[in-house]
């Protein structure tokens, strides 16, 4: 009897293996089983689930133009019918993004160039972009205004609509993952509990892009240099509204949209054609981007948001300075702030202010000089008899550093120490830029344009940036850069090659302290003070060493773009969510651990370290089979 169900239940787990081998074949004639499926969990069929999808952001759209909130307490006047204002214009946006890919899936001429891949979770993904921003807009207000009560009916219409479409694109055909985009190790797909779990996961989790869309049609080289200008020309529309939101509602709800909106995006395959474009007019691309940058300050009609793009400018200056020795070389540095203020405090002593104990007025180009030079200076005496350490004892090392430029600059006031740096006090009143009789410290008007004095500073820094990310980009591709990244994967194989382990990583700490100490010179004429509080190892307002490593991890080592992207956040989050003000260093631990659970990567990866982190959990660009364009569903 006993041996009689022993074969019963061995028959039934062959009988279900063999089924479940056809399921995950299904799409793959070759026999490889697929590590996504491509099916709706809901009873509508796909032409259903469009329109509920289309009629849901049709009426998305219209719940923007009534009333969500009775009162003008809650800023962005949502009081008005006919008109949408503040947080009511992002809804009203990703309604109409969700509409347009909706009506895209059902093959209008004219929109399939929007979604090459012709996948459809784009379109969810804009329909969860859409209810975000939505149902944080009702959130926010019913918290800040004290109750749902104070909710018009325009905004419960604008919740359930949202929560509609969402639940519609659900229906439609996704990518979703299946139990072999787990790793074989995981208790998903050992545990009978797994097995809900899993089903769980593929109804609510999407697998990634790794559709492989049709080439594109060929465009004659003017017409794709136009994609490349439109395409900057609205990054800077989104980027000078993200800065110049009035509230911190406003620019929480902008973060949400533009987050998913860019993760839609790059599923249905526009980001990696606009990619390629740019690969292929590298000169053009370079053009698009500086005048597109250039050109922000003319946006502005006050200093307010130019100041805070200047500091920007500054804080990515000094992280990918830091992306050389931590992205590239591998180096743990925690007191990398100090070369900063190395830099920020030999330029205000040779500035010619009154408040400096050293009687010398340089040149601006001689400040710099000066500040480069000894922030290499101190890179190299500082990195000599340390950089023979590995891993946390460098870490700690390194932080021990950074705390002993602080207290020693602190002291050097004529009591505790020498009379150079003022103590606490700093150096104040450091006196505008003047390069070649241009004063930064002035109004100027080019014709019809007009440079207002922070705006002087934001191209001038700008310069500097185009510079820092000049070298980093040489640094990274020659000979020295790849024997960085081979220190950076084992030391200990790297020096059995052939490398200099030692002097390599030398070199490397004191390229990054010059090119710190670069952005210090600027930022000492900035602010007009150098104190010493400003460069401390862990704070609430950057620059500091936390925020400059969270920076580069959160945008992505050994990268230009992540860096940038990493440090722009991290600075004007602080800046804009004031109303987070007492919480901002659990705001920033917790979302420093959700990056580390989901993207550990950082948000814009190199191929290496994406494929280091996701090389076993089927993601794009794993081994693995992958949905081509032929399998994809046709609209």
Request: a positive charge; glycine letters at 10%; proline letters at 7%.
């Amino acid at each position: 009897m006993g041996r009689d169900s022993d074969d019963t239940r061995q028959s039934t787990r062959r009988r279900t293996r063999r089924q479940d081998t056809r399921h995950s074949t299904r799409r793959h004639p070759a026999g490889n089983p697929g590590r996504h499926r491509n099916h709706p969990p809901h009873p509508p069929p796909p032409a259903t689930a469009r329109t509920l999808v289309t009629t849901g952001a049709l009426l998305s759209t219209a719940s923007t133009f009534l009333s969500w909130t009775w009162t003008p307490r809650f800023p962005g006047n949502l009081t008005i019918n006919g008109y949408p204002g503040g947080l009511q214009l992002l809804t009203l946006t990703g309604a109409l993004l969700t509409l347009t890919y909706a009506l895209a899936s059902w093959g209008l001429p004219g929109l399939q160039w929007l979604n090459p891949t012709r996948s459809n979770n784009a379109t969810a993904l804009l329909a969860t972009a859409t209810l975000a921003t939505t149902w944080y807009t009702l959130i926010a207000i019913a918290v800040r205004l004290g109750g749902l009560a104070n909710l018009e009916p325009g905004g419960y219409i604008a919740a359930l609509t949202t929560l509609l479409t969402l639940l519609a694109t659900l229906a439609l055909p996704l990518d979703r993952r299946t139990a072999a985009s787990y790793p074989p190790t995981s208790r998903l797909s050992t545990t009978r509990t797994g097995t809900l779990t899993r089903a769980v996961l593929r109804t609510l989790r999407p697998g990634p892009a790794v559709r492989q869309p049709p080439p594109p049609r060929p465009l004659p080289p003017w017409a794709e240099i136009l994609i490349i200008a439109a395409a900057f020309g609205l990054a800077l529309a989104a980027v000078t509204y993200g800065i110049g939101t009035a509230y911190g509602e406003l620019f929480t709800g902008f973060l949400l949209l533009a987050g998913l909106t860019t993760a839609g995006l790059a599923r249905a395959g526009l980001l990696g054609r606009l990619t390629a474009l740019t690969a292929k007019h590298r000169t053009p691309t370079v053009t698009a981007a500086f005048v597109a940058a250039a050109l922000f300050p003319l946006t502005q009609d006050t200093d307010q948001y130019t100041l805070i793009a200047v500091n920007i400018l500054i804080f990515s200056t000094v992280a990918l300075g830091l992306n050389v020795v931590v992205g590239l070389a591998g180096l743990l540095d925690l007191g990398y702030v100090a070369f900063l203020g190395v830099g920020a405090y030999t330029a205000a002593l040779v500035s010619g202010t009154t408040a400096s104990t050293l009687d010398i007025r340089l040149p601006f180009w001689a400040a710099v000089l000066t500040g480069a030079a000894t922030s290499l200076v101190f890179g190299i005496v500082i990195g000599a008899p340390t950089l023979r350490l590995r891993g946390d004892y460098l870490a700690i090392v390194t932080l021990g550093f950074g705390e002993i430029f602080r207290i020693t600059v602190g002291n050097l006031n004529g009591e505790s120490g020498p009379s150079l740096t003022n103590g606490p006090n700093g150096i104040p009143n450091i006196p505008d830029l003047n390069l070649f009789g241009y004063s930064f410290g002035t109004t100027h008007t080019l014709g019809s344009i007009t440079l207002t004095p922070f705006a002087n500073y934001y191209l001038l820094m700008l310069l500097f940036t185009v510079l820092v990310v000049l070298v980093f980009r040489r640094a990274g591709n020659s000979r020295i850069g790849r024997a960085w990244i081979a220190i950076r994967e084992d030391e200990t194989a790297a020096t059995a090659m052939g490398i200099n382990g030692f002097r390599l990583k030398l070199l490397a700490f004191a390229l990054g302290a010059t090119l710190a100490g670069l952005a210090g010179t600027v930022q000492a004429h900035v602010a007009s003070t150098v104190v010493p509080e400003q460069y401390v190892f862990a704070g609430p307002v950057p620059p500091n060493s936390a925020f400059l490593l969270a920076a580069v991890i959160l945008g992505g080592m050994g990268t230009i773009t992540g860096p940038l992207l990493g440090a722009a956040l991290l600075y004007l989050i602080p800046a804009k969510l004031q109303f987070l003000q007492d919480y901002q260093l659990l705001a920033f631990g917790t979302a420093l651990i959700l990056l580390m659970r989901f993207r550990p990567e950082g948000l814009i990866p190199n191929r290496r370290r994406q494929l280091e982190f996701h090389e076993n959990t089927g993601t794009a660009g794993a081994t693995g089979p992958t949905l081509t364009h032929a399998e994809a569903p046709t609209p």
